[in-house]
C-alpha cells in the first residue's frame, strides 16, 4: 500500500463514521414513517377551515375584527403569556372548535410588582398601579397575594389594564 498520511485516513475514518451514524439514523425515521414491514400507512388529515377572524386580546378574551367578543382559553392566554394588545387569529371550524393563534404580539416590557386579591380578582401592583392578572396564571405558578412577581405588560402600558403573568419570584 502506498504511503498514505495518517491525516487521511483519520479524516476518512470519520467521514465513514458519520455515514453510518446518517443511515442509522434515517433507518430509524424510516421506520417510525412506516413501521417495520416497510408497508407506507398514508396519514389522511380532514382539516376544514371554516371562518377565520383576525382580532386583538383584550387580557381576557379577542375582539375580532367583526366587533364580536371571542372568549381566549385561560388556559392559553395564560401559557402562551398573550399581553392586552396582541393580535390573534381564530379558526372556527366546521365542527365548531375555536383555534387560536398569536399572530403579532405588541412591544412588551417585564415588571415587578406585589400580587394581591381583591373582590376575587387578581391584580399586581406595580408602583402603585394595578394591572389585573388571570386566576389561571395565578393557580399554575401557585402564587399567592403578597407574593412578588413578575409581569408582562405592553411597552406602552398607557391604557393597560391586564398584565400577563411570566414568573412568581
Do not use: C
Not at 96 to 104: N, R
Not at 146 to 153: A, P, R, T
Amino acid at each position: 500500500m502506498p504511503d498514505v498520511p495518517e491525516k487521511q485516513i483519520k479524516r476518512l475514518r470519520a467521514l465513514i463514521q458519520e455515514a453510518e451514524t446518517n443511515l442509522a439514523a434515517a433507518n430509524e425515521l424510516l421506520i417510525s414513517l412506516v413501521g417495520d414491514d416497510g408497508n407506507v400507512t398514508p396519514i389522511v388529515r380532514e382539516e376544514t377551515l371554516g371562518k377565520i377572524i383576525e382580532g386583538v386580546f383584550d387580557g381576557q378574551n379577542m375582539v375580532g375584527s367583526d366587533s364580536k367578543t371571542y372568549p381566549v382559553p385561560a388556559n392559553y392566554a395564560s401559557k402562551s403569556k398573550l399581553v392586552q394588545g396582541d393580535i390573534l387569529k381564530l379558526t372556527i371550524t366546521e365542527e365548531g372548535a375555536f383555534l387560536y393563534k398569536q399572530i403579532g404580539p405588541i412591544p412588551r416590557k417585564q415588571v415587578i410588582g406585589a400580587l394581591k386579591l381583591e373582590n376575587g380578582h387578581y391584580f399586581v401592583d406595580v408602583n402603585g398601579r394595578n394591572f389585573r392578572v388571570l386566576l389561571a396564571s395565578v393557580t399554575y405558578f401557585k402564587a399567592k397575594p403578597g407574593d412578588q412577581v413578575s409581569v408582562n405588560v405592553p411597552e406602552d402600558d398607557a391604557g393597560a389594564e391586564w398584565a400577563a403573568l411570566e414568573a412568581a419570584l
